[in-house]
């Protein structure tokens, strides 16, 4: 009919004659599909469940007329059975322990990393690989009882039973170090060899030897990667629970005032015991507290205080990651 507007056929000429080139519907693909999508909406939803219920029990936290959300980011004690609520102890100690651990996983995954990127041999890189892997898949508790058990020790007896307490942040940090130790250098690993090789070929030809090349031309080139991996490291320092629940100790650090806090730089000695935020809440759950008590409703102020500093970090490497990303 005049008017009438009609669909071209897509086809092809072949010797066996027209082939339809149109897409054709594979009901195993939107199976596949339909289920990626499932997963992918059933995380979303779990995670915004999450944040309701933590803001929920903790808004519950800060509306007790106990509580002073000016003193809970300005005192130094943390006392829930008394009504001090200052969370810059358990603060401190998370930051101590993770700092010390970031010193330690830093440097040594980097260079792990740049060794299996430009010097290891496939062969070494096959055997290095795996033992990384293991590392990583130990649980955390042997980690804890590792700190607990060898490197207080051995902290002890090389500084001094009187200055290192059985239970300290040293050897806390140290080992959760070792813990974040194959995340760091997997994931930098990960980057440097996405470096193109060309710009090594570039630096040999040019006379560069292979540590030049891997100092000034492959990290430089592999930043935004390697900051994001550091980034997820701290975020996942920050998080650790087991290793600092046992090896830590099992009460906050608390100082009476700031100028206690600052007496001979005493809050920054990391040989004495603290407990973390993570610690904290695992020492808290397991006790018997009673349901919408202000000690229960505690642990989601604190574990909002967690969620608040591990999404900051992870915006932090969004931006790094964005900002020198390098396109080859």
Not at 3 to 23: F, M, N, S, W
Not at 120 to 132: D, G
Not at 282 to 289: A, F, P, Q, T, Y
Request: a neutral charge; charged letters at 15%; proline letters at 5%.
């Amino acid at each position: 009919m005049q008017g009438e507007i009609t669909k071209p056929l897509i086809t092809t000429q072949t010797a066996e004659g027209e082939i339809d080139l149109r897409a054709k519907k594979r009901p195993g693909e939107m199976i596949v599909q339909g289920f990626l999508f499932f997963c992918g909406a059933v995380s979303i939803l779990t995670t915004v469940g999450i944040v309701f219920v933590l803001f929920e029990e903790a808004l519950v936290f800060f509306r007790d007329p106990a509580v002073s959300l000016v003193e809970f980011f300005t005192k130094t004690m943390w006392q829930p059975k008394i009504g001090a609520f200052g969370i810059f102890p358990l603060l401190l100690a998370t930051l101590l322990t993770s700092i010390i651990g970031m010193m330690v996983a830093l440097p040594l995954g980097v260079a792990i990393a740049i060794y299996l990127s430009e010097y290891a041999t496939p062969r070494n890189r096959s055997i290095l690989k795996p033992v990384l892997e293991i590392l990583a898949g130990v649980p955390t508790v042997v980690y804890g009882f590792f700190a607990l058990s060898f490197v207080t020790p051995i902290l002890r007896d090389a500084i001094g039973k009187d200055t290192v307490d059985l239970f300290n942040m040293a050897s806390a940090g140290l080992v959760i170090g070792i813990l974040i130790l194959p995340l760091v250098a997997s994931m930098s690993e990960d980057a440097l060899s996405a470096v193109p090789r060309s710009l090594r070929e570039a630096a040999y030809g040019l006379g560069a030897t292979r540590l030049e090349t891997a100092l000034k031309i492959v990290v430089p080139a592999a930043l935004s990667g390697l900051g994001a991996a550091f980034i997820v490291a701290i975020s996942r320092a920050v998080g650790e629970t087991m290793v600092v629940a046992i090896a830590a100790g099992s009460g906050p650090r608390n100082f009476a005032s700031w100028g206690d806090a600052f007496k001979n730089l005493a809050l920054f000695n990391p040989f004495k015991s603290g407990e973390t935020m993570t610690g904290h809440i695992v020492r808290i759950s397991g006790g018997d507290l009673s349901y919408n008590s202000i000690d229960y409703t505690s642990i989601f102020a604190i574990a909002l205080m967690l969620f608040v500093i591990t999404l900051t970090l992870n915006i932090i490497s969004q931006q790094i990651v964005r900002r020198y990303r390098m396109r080859y």
